[in-house]
């Protein structure tokens, strides 16, 4: 998988934070019939502003997972949305042991994500050994056969912007990287059920101190 440098080869182009929400937000409805890959990779992020971050990462947990549930009309009304226009949205995410208490964050989410309809599936970190010689998997996402974005973050784990890519076989060989971990991984209730609610809750986000 190319690496940042190789996707700006292949004509890839470089958008800063706010032009690529914006681009992201129209694109992703652009295609009706669609199929949509994301792959997570990173175990650490950041996600300033989003309340119910905030709230784990100072180490609020019950509040955390409240404002979390606060989310779930938005997110049925989000896949309804992509049932209508026959959009698929696929997730892998892939999990290192043991858990950051981000990634334990994190798989609230993802399950309540899946609960209102997006098709996520686990993967534990070893099963990308061969395609990770030399680094980790990028962050990526497709949508349909057009378009595939490297998503860019800083050290910290922020989000900072991603590179566009339209180059066909690029676009392909994503997608079809995608959907050979997903058919591998094991379903995220499954996973969530047998790993992430024995844990005791998380001290906050020690990154942020």
């Not at 955390?64 to 949205?89: D, H, N, V």
Request: aromatic share 10%; proline share 7%; hydrophobic share 40%.
């Amino acid at each position: 998988m190319p690496e940042l440098a190789e996707f700006e080869l292949l004509g890839g182009v470089r958008l800063p934070l706010g032009e690529y929400r914006k681009e992201f937000r129209d694109a992703q409805w652009a295609i009706p019939g669609q199929e949509s890959w994301k792959l997570e990779r990173r175990q650490h992020f950041r996600e300033p502003g989003f309340a119910s971050w905030e709230a784990f990462a100072q180490g609020d947990w019950d509040t955390s997972l409240r404002l979390l549930e606060g989310e779930r009309e938005y997110l049925k009304e989000f896949s309804a949305k992509a049932t209508r226009l026959g959009i698929t949205l696929y997730r892998v995410r892939v999990v290192e042991e043991p858990i950051d208490p981000y990634l334990q964050w994190e798989l609230h989410l993802l399950k309540l994500r899946a609960e209102c309809g997006e098709l996520i599936r686990v993967l534990p970190v070893g099963r990308v050994s061969t395609h990770e010689a030399d680094r980790p998997l990028p962050e990526l996402v497709t949508l349909g056969s057009s378009t595939l974005y490297h998503v860019l973050y800083d050290d910290s784990g922020e989000l900072t912007g991603a590179v566009r890519v339209t180059e066909p076989s690029a676009v392909a060989s994503a997608a079809r990287l995608a959907r050979n971990l997903y058919d591998q991984g094991e379903n995220l209730a499954a996973f969530f059920d047998r790993v992430i609610a024995p844990l005791p809750p998380p001290d906050g986000d020690q990154s942020t101190c």
